[in-house]
């Protein structure tokens, strides 16, 4: 669950993205235990996983920019982890792709549970470290 105090940033645009992906990957979590046919399942975790590869992409690319933008000293760090974060996704996508429709719902909640902790830390440690550097250039 979303908290300001934990996980603003301090600059809006921002802090409704990491909303936003927080509601997702929690939003995957929920869904997937609602789905009890193995082939259904199957099809709408490729689509939700679709989904949600483009729009954390969409967002790490704009907050590369941004900080790019503002002379962020750390970009190249911040670059390589959000590299990581895409190659996991990468390979939980390749898990996904391989299973068997009934092995689905068990990976795809491996994937939600590493989302939410990969977020929790991401945006309390690397993300929060831009937030005064932003917040000094003027940009909130």
Same mark, same amino acid.
């Given at each position: 669950m979303w908290r300001d105090e934990e996980f603003s940033v301090g600059v809006a645009s921002l802090d409704e993205q990491h909303k936003g992906l927080f509601s997702a990957f929690m939003n995957l979590g929920q869904s997937? $235990?609602?789905v009890y046919d193995d082939?259904?399942?199957?099809?709408?975790? #490729?689509?939700l996983f679709i989904q949600m590869e483009g729009y954390v992409k969409t967002h790490l690319r704009y907050e590369e920019l941004l900080l790019e933008k503002w002379s962020?000293? $750390?970009l190249e760090a911040h670059k390589q982890k959000h590299d990581l974060l895409e #190659?996991?996704?990468?390979a939980y996508k390749k898990c996904l792709d391989a299973a068997e429709d009934e092995q689905k719902k068990a990976i795809a909640q491996q994937i939600s549970l590493f989302m939410e902790r990969w977020l929790i830390n991401h945006i309390q440690g690397d993300d929060r470290a831009y937030g005064p550097h932003l917040r000094k250039m003027g940009v909130v």
């Open positions: 997937i $235990e609602n082939k259904a399942l199957g099809v709408m975790l #490729n689509l962020f000293p $750390e #190659n996991e996704l990468a």
